[in-house]
């Protein structure tokens, strides 16, 4: 079992960044793969970035490569997504998810994410 909590979400004007953060509960976070992904109201949900158990593998989408920076820190059981360079497009719900992968060094592309946490908004006016 595996809980996460988000922080870091709020409002900022468009250029300007954010660092968000996900804290896990559990002993084994360090074997389970992670993703961000965001929700903008009337869309559907979709995997913004994600990243292997190791760090060693991520993935960004199309939208956000360049922008935003997944890692993560598995001594404090955290991972992160630091967003620069913000859009008003990038307005959404954020939420931070975990997916057993261990022993495969690779991220999740799926969305089938086990594990969900509640959510931070991010607003970016322009």
């Known amino acids: 079992q595996v809980q996460l909590v988000e922080s870091g979400g709020g409002l900022v004007q468009a250029g300007g960044s954010l660092r968000l953060s996900c804290a896990a509960s559990?002993?084994?976070?360090?074997?389970?793969?992670m993703g961000w992904f965001r929700q903008a109201p009337g869309k559907e949900r979709e995997l913004v970035a994600a990243?292997?158990?190791?760090?060693?593998?991520?993935y960004y989408a199309d939208s956000v490569k360049g922008r935003f920076t997944i890692s993560r820190d598995n001594a404090k059981n955290t991972v992160y997504l630091q967003m620069n360079s913000l859009k008003p497009e990038d307005t959404a719900v954020y939420y931070c998810?975990?997916?057993?992968?261990?022993?495969?060094?690779?991220?999740?592309?799926?969305?089938?994410?086990?594990?969900w946490g509640q959510g931070t908004q991010v607003t970016v006016s322009s």
């Open positions: 990243i292997s158990w190791s760090g060693r593998s991520t």
């Open positions: 559990g002993r084994t976070f360090s074997r389970y793969a």
């Open positions: 998810a975990a997916q057993f992968r261990y022993p495969s060094d690779s991220y999740y592309p799926n969305s089938d994410y086990a594990y």
